[in-house]
């Protein structure tokens, strides 16, 4: 097949739960060090997500952080899978945005999504039934912004009464848009620059829909994120891993990230967690063997992006996993691609 760029990336949610001995303070250090020699280890990639009011300290503010990733990066390109729009002032929004944009070089990515917890939209004042409208005009009003538009509008949700979101960035940021359910998967077909997907739920509908709304293939991109463990060992990895795994795992259920809670069943352990919900035990082998088909089914993914390391884990540890990864995984799944 002919190639296609493909980026290799860290996903973050800089969660600390019970504080795990170290401080916020240590963590968020930690982890930019460990940003910063991935860069050198040959990642691409950086991508931040976003919750509020979670006790484990779950990335509130994710656009400082990608901040602070862009003064220590001179290459990687820094990204939100995802950020919650419904929830945001679009043009607010839009100038931080562009703002990083302007301080990275043109190396930032905005991704959004619709969100599901009921206490962020009490909080914001949002409802949950108003999220896809606020997606449609959250997302008309950032690319009016970013061209410099002077924004006359008055929808459903928002109104702006003739002002301009300045400075202009010289490069927008490109703009994906994720979710896991059909409406959500075509909607990132019609509107957004790309679809990011969780686990690799939803390829086939963002291609369907792209076909079915009659855009080229080429203008699909697909951002990956993965939820693979991989190890030499993968097995062991996972037994080492299993507390931080089933706390990932319980939290989103337990959040509505996959059906309402009260009809999807928390994991009763790691195993059930591995065995039926969205990780991979895998070494490099079976990494690479993986990856390859997946990018060969759908030619369309432009990032593949893996946790650093789950909550609870120490950097260190997540650290030697992804040493893992540069060295044994990356250079051959680029090697077959080409």
């Not at 917890?117 to 004042?125: A, W």
């Not at 957004?192 to 509908?205: A, E, M, N, V, Y």
Request: aromatic share 10%.
């Amino acid at each position: 097949m002919a190639q296609r760029k493909v980026n290799f990336g860290l996903w973050y949610d800089f969660r600390n739960p019970g504080a795990g001995g170290r401080s916020f303070e240590k963590l968020y250090a930690e982890s930019l060090e460990q940003i910063q020699w991935a860069e050198s280890l040959g990642f691409d990639s950086t991508w931040l997500t976003e919750h509020h009011f979670c006790e484990d300290g779950y990335t509130p503010s994710p656009l400082v952080i990608a901040g602070a990733i862009g003064q220590v990066t001179t290459r990687m390109r820094i990204g939100t899978n995802l950020m919650l729009l419904p929830l945001a002032d679009p043009l607010r929004l839009a100038e931080d945005s562009a703002t990083l944009s302007i301080l990275t070089g043109g190396r930032f990515d905005l991704g959004v999504g619709l969100g599901y917890r009921q206490l962020e939209f009490d909080y914001f004042g949002r409802k949950l039934s108003h999220r896809p409208s606020l997606m449609e005009e959250g997302v008309d009003l950032l690319r009016r912004a970013w061209r410099g538009e002077t924004i006359q509008h008055d929808g459903r949700r928002f109104r702006v009464d003739g002002l301009a979101v300045n400075p202009v960035a010289g490069t927008p940021p490109r703009l994906f848009m994720g979710g896991m359910s059909e409406p959500a998967i075509a909607r990132a077909a019609r509107l957004g620059d790309g679809f990011l997907s969780t686990g690799g739920i939803g390829h086939d509908l963002y291609v369907a829909a792209l076909k079915n709304q009659e855009q080229p293939s080429t203008k699909g991109a697909i951002c990956a994120g993965n939820w693979g463990i991989i190890a030499e060992d993968p097995e062991a990895e996972a037994a080492k891993l299993a507390d931080f795994v089933l706390y990932q795992a319980n939290q989103y259920v337990a959040w509505g990230a996959f059906g309402p809670p009260d009809q999807v069943p928390l994991f009763a352990d790691a195993e059930s967690a591995i065995r039926e919900g969205l990780y991979e035990l895998w070494d490099a082998d079976q990494a690479v063997e993986s990856l390859v088909k997946m990018l060969r089914d759908y030619p369309e993914i432009i990032d593949i992006h893996f946790w650093a390391q789950f909550p609870g884990e120490s950097v260190e540890s997540g650290s030697r996993r992804m040493e893992y990864i540069a060295r044994q995984v990356v250079p051959r799944v680029r090697k077959q691609i080409q």
